[in-house]
């Protein structure tokens, strides 16, 4: 652990880059890692005067209880503590469907797929921030779903800001992590910590390294664990990739469900994956969550080949309204849920013509 005259080393107060221990030009007697190039211009927050921190949902150096934050996240911004050693399942569809929860056999009674994901908010409430009865019953994911033993689940593990935050805060209150791992899914897509533009640096700092712990939290108990990588600037692609390097993951995860406009893909999602498609061992299996245009499928297959997989939500989402995914786009073809749930999964998995993914990145 890092610390700064006994305490855990905070990012200065008032973005004040020549006293924070984190910033690379800081004096050597203040310096702990030098991993921020300083404050983020684009900041919302910048000034804020505000007494009541601990009702804030933002994390910076000028918090009253930023001590207790640096406490929380173990004392360091840095990663080299932190490792995800977990295996990958022996082969991963190049395309899993993510699903609601209900009515899974259903669908499978049709599609016969051989790996399912589920959303966090479908198995930890929003509400009681606990996991819900359904997932209390020391059944297996397999058996609450209703498929075969034999299907891969997938727990992933993202949602809205207020969920993965009372899940942060819940996790060791109620052992939910060995919870989870109870349920025996075949692997677990650990919770990201959003970056948005307009944060302090200090947030962004501390979500990079929450999303590791999480992982790192995950795969100490046992559970085939994929962490998940966010970024803000090239730095922080550069130390995420020095991570994945020497810590050798099975694969790492990147949330990409929120970037629906055209520039926001074109800005941050394409130029981190072009990089991390460069600088990331050849072999190490990458999963997109939430990718479902043609296009970029393509381009992400471009760039990853046949390491790449898929998790979508739009097959189920798009069968509820009878509609199906087809190479021209949305069709509205009213047809039962089952088929037009199926007619899309196949879709999406002709996609990607490698159709398995095995630890190592081979088809």
Known sequence: MS????MPSAPAARCDCGRCPWFV?????????????????????????????????IRCGSRTDIDAWMRDVGGTLEFDDLTVGTPLPSALPAFIPQVDGSSVAELDAVVRWPAYAVG????????????????SNGRTAAEILEVPDTTLTVLSGYGEDPLVEAFWTARHRDDLITRIAALRFGLVLAPNYSIYGN????????????????????????????????WYRLED????????????????AINVQTVRENANWQT????????LAENIPPDLVVILNGLSRRDRIETALGLFGDRLVVISQNPAQYALHGAVMTPEGRQDVHARIPDAFARSVRFMASLLPHGTVTAGGGA
């Open 3 to 6: 610390t700064f005259l006994g």
């Open 268 to 275: 941050w999602a394409l130029p981190g994956l072009s990089w």
């Open 120 to 135: 966090l908010r479908r198995v930890f409430s929003p509400r009681t921030h606990t996991l819900y009865p359904r997932w």
């Open 237 to 252: 692609l550069r130390r995420l990739a020095d991570w994945a390097i020497e810590t050798e993951p099975a694969a790492v």
């Open 199 to 230: 944060w302090p640096r200090a947030e962004h700092l501390i979500n990079m390294r929450r999303s590791l712990i999480a992982a790192a939290e995950f795969a100490a108990a046992g559970v085939p664990t994929v962490p998940n990588l966010y």
């Open 25 to 57: 030009g800081a004096e050597p007697a203040v310096a702990i890692a030098p991993l921020c190039s300083g404050c983020n211009s684009d900041c919302a927050y910048c000034g804020c005067a505000r007494s009541s921190c601990t009702s804030c949902p």
